[in-house]
């Protein structure tokens, strides 16, 4: 959204082509009898309940319409269903390690775009991001007790987001997973050369979380980092991909 203004070509772009891969799995599922029966992962049962209750909101007597509420409802229902894809397609160990190995990479690169407009600045992120503007000066402002619009010091890059520190929140998220890469052993895991640069990565995701001054970024990253070597070192350890990745 910092690339292209918002624009809803692109926006719109995106949601297609995420249904397409929905739809896609979904028909091959049908017509495809080499696939094994679906399995359902951990937790679908409350992720079921969060589909009845966002599917309950429409009826809301202060929505602010029917369309409206349809329309809102993408930002929730959008991702359920690759929970279920995602475990169904991901059936190996081997298949997830190289799907985390992909994430870690391509958030690497979301990262180092935070890095470089926190190293250019404002003015230099407006001329080359123009989508940011609006998003640079929302974070930079904030309204005072008095109801006053005071600026707030600091530059929270927006990357790739459209939120100010954007960046910062999504690595939070991913740092345990690629974590989980380097605490891998055995036919799992990787050489030493490898590692080296993963704990590298690391690094460079938790200057960005201090830069984007998130701190339930940095929350979340200690907590899933140690509810990552829990899993590691015990007994589910031949799981542990499969259970990070739920």
């Known amino acids: 959204r910092g690339l292209f203004d918002s624009n809803p070509v692109a926006i719109v772009a995106r949601d297609i082509a995420l249904g397409v891969i ?12 080499s696939w094994d029966p679906l399995r359902f992962p951990p937790g679908s049962l ?27 409802l993408k930002l929730h229902l959008a991702v359920p269903p690759l929970l279920f894809l995602a475990y169904d397609v991901f059936r190996r160990p081997a298949q997830v390690r190289s799907l985390l190995l992909f994430l870690t990479l ?28 609006a998003v640079i000066l929302q974070a930079s402002h904030a309204t005072t007790p008095g109801g006053k619009i005071a600026e707030i010091a600091g530059f929270r890059p927006p990357g790739t987001t459209s939120i100010g520190g954007g960046v910062g929140t999504y690595i939070g998220s991913v740092f345990p997973l690629s974590f989980s890469l380097i605490m891998l052993s055995g036919p799992l895991g990787f050489s030493k050369k490898v590692r080296t640069c993963l704990f590298g990565i690391l690094m460079v995701f938790f200057i960005i979380m201090l830069i984007n001054s998130v701190r339930s970024a940095l929350v979340s990253a200690v907590v899933g980092v140690l509810l990552s070597g829990l899993l590691i070192g015990g007994r589910l350890r031949g799981r542990m991909l499969k259970a990070v990745l739920v």
């Open 22 to 33: 929905v739809v896609g799995w979904g028909l091959q599922r049908l017509h495809s009898r």
């Open 46 to 72: 409350l992720v079921a309940l969060f589909v009845i209750n966002c599917l309950l909101q429409i009826a809301n007597p202060f929505s602010p319409g029917l369309i409206q509420s349809i329309g809102g």
């Open 106 to 133: 391509a958030t690497l690169v979301i990262g180092l775009v935070s890095l470089v407009q926190y190293i250019g600045g404002k003015d230099w992120t407006w001329a080359h991001f123009p989508g940011t503007k």
